[in-house]
């Protein structure tokens, strides 16, 4: 249990230094974790305030150090942050090595005061915060160096700081957001696309089908609406595309390194996780079972979402920094995992995904051979080319995102009846609300709160679908509210096909039971989450074969660490993550957005709607269906309703 000594976080006092160790609060109180990596957090200095939980903590060394950091982080563009907060990180260092006056108090009070009430965005405006809370809680801390009695410097190796968003720290691979939009803001679309990529290759993918969880921690949510983050992520990348923004070759950090690295998969976490080790100049080499590079990417999201030739550019920009990427190799049907290991590489990544459809548990689904056709390998096939035949009534199953696919893309192969069954209601739908909303637009037909129970078939043809009625019930481990069967409200549906689109699994046939890999009870790989480091030294997963049907930018997440990880574990022999992404992580558990702290801001300054394709037309085949933005004077416009939420924290360990 970590002990609480001081906090003023969120605006909540917690005064406990008259208190013995033993009786004072938990650190989980304050909605802090205990610590960073390995090593026990001390003390934690914010936008919000500051906690202490060793005593021996100078604070006021430990606020010149976070003001030295604040000064090295203001933008300039407003003269209380530019001018104040070097003139602040510069007293408070000239008294911990000369000592001050009580008018250095007052001075640095009035300054920290005027850089607050003056400045223009975030960083200025929330940074004063713990210092004012310093002077009125530490007040003795401050009277010793104001005696005349200067401090001695201290190793800044203790301090570690983090300079974030609600945006930031909302995206799981915390893309730099602030930075990205300021670039646009300012017209330098090159910029923006350049601050992306330093996470990510995949930047015009991600700018159409993100699920945007950024979004929901933007500041302008109260006001009016949420900055269109992920459009205008999608302009940096089509800008790019059309005037030649490539990836650098110089942009290799250091020499060749001698290990090669293999990567099984070649979807959003195969390519990342190759990119990032492409540029720490290792040489690597992916194996892919499809016959068409991307992974799901290409065969699991249809083209009128994400365009071929826009992943395929992406993909081009990762095989420009050497990486090779070798189509129709199964690994453990062409190539053994023991083969792999044999080659000489000197790190596995795994990120083969979740290729297969979960069943529905029905009775006659397993002997229906016509008729039936899961989700996975439905979208698998339109988009490999093959026609597939689904007659003129079609039940999807499912209410995620691949449901909406198989649906919305059933629609597109010329159906004329296209049911959505889901168990839950509406609002209880994991997909996308742009997905669900366009589904409807479309003419599909939902029938909610409804379950299948039975697949009607004859001789293994199909002849309808036997559901039930749903009604909410108490919440469940989801915590949503568990669906329960309406007795003797049994209905029928007549249809040609049924696919099936409640979940994937994973083909992990290629892992023997004497690899020493360990599979969890849900089918997925188990790895170290801190490093995604699995049980065997130098073999590494990620994406969804260890996190299960998630999301792009979560597979993204997860292969920067991974990629940390193995460069650490080939340099040095130590599976470790870097310090920053340790903070990044530590600053995520913090909750960075909460809506009562929301700056003030003029409200009334409408999203940006991007533009899309009537219904008409876009139903008639695969052509994208949203447009995007077009124009650079107006997606500099929607840039300008950010209010740069910026958030400097630093803790002490």
Known sequence: MTRVFF???????????????????????????AGIGEDKLRAFIGWSGLVIIDPEVNVVKMLAEYYRNFQHESCGRCVPCRVGSKILADKLEKMLTEGGTGADLAYIKELAVLIRDGSLCELGISSPTPLLHALEYFEDDFNVLSNGQGGEEESTDQYRTVLTAPCRNGCP???????????????????????????????????????????SNCNRQPYDEALSIRLLKRFAADYGLCNGFEVEKQTIQGMVKPARIAVIGSGP??????????????????????????????????????????????????????????????????ISLEQLKAEGYGAIFIATGLHGS???????EDSCTMGYLPGVEFLRLINLGQKVN???????????????????????????????????????????????????????????????????????????LECIRMQLGEPDASGRRRPVPMDGSEFRLEVDTVIPAIGQVADLSFIDSESGLKISERGTLVVDRETMATAVPGIFAG?????GARTVIEAIASANRAAEAIDNYLKSGR??????????????????YREENAPEMIGGRRRLQEECRPVKERVAGFAEADLGFKYPMEVMDEAERCVKCLRLGMAVL
């Not at 599976?575 to 960075?592: A, H, N, P, R, Y």
């Open 7 to 33: 906090s003023s976080w969120n605006g909540r006092i917690i005064d406990e230094r008259r208190k013995k160790p033993e009786e004072r609060i938990d650190l989980e109180e304050t909605g802090l974790p």
């Open 173 to 215: 691979a915390h893309i730099n957001v602030p930075g990205y939009i300021e670039a646009i803001k300012e017209g330098n679309f090159a910029e923006a696309l350049a601050i992306n990529r330093e996470k990510t290759p995949l930047v015009g993918t991600l700018g159409r089908v993100c699920v945007h969880p950024c979004e």
């Open 269 to 334: 976490a195969g390519l990342n996780v190759s990119y990032q080790l492409a540029r720490k100049g290792y040489e690597v080499a992916i194996y892919e079972a499809l016959p068409v590079e991307g992974g799901m990417l290409a065969v699991g999201i249809p083209d009128y979402r994400l365009p071929r030739e826009i992943l395929d550019y992406e993909i081009s920009q990762v095989k420009k920094l050497g990486v090779k990427i070798i189509c129709n190799m199964k690994v453990g049907e062409d």
């Open 358 to 364: 979960a069943a529905m548990g029905c009775s006659g």
């Open 390 to 464: 689904l007659g003129d009534r079609v039940a999807v199953v499912g209410g995620g995102n691949v449901a909406m696919d198989c649906a919305r893309s059933a629609v597109r192969l010329g159906v004329k009846e296209v049911y959505l069954i889901y168990r839950r209601s509406r609002n209880e739908m994991p997909a996308n609300k742009e997905e669900v909303d366009a589904a409807e637009e479309e003419g599909i037909i939902f029938q909610l709160l409804a379950n299948p129970t039975a697949v009607m078939e004859t001789k293994g043809c199909l002849n309808g």
């Open 543 to 547: 994406g969804d074969v260890v996190l």
């Open 575 to 592: 599976i470790e993550v870097g310090s920053q992404l340790q903070m990044e992580e530590f600053i995520e558990k913090t909750g960075v």
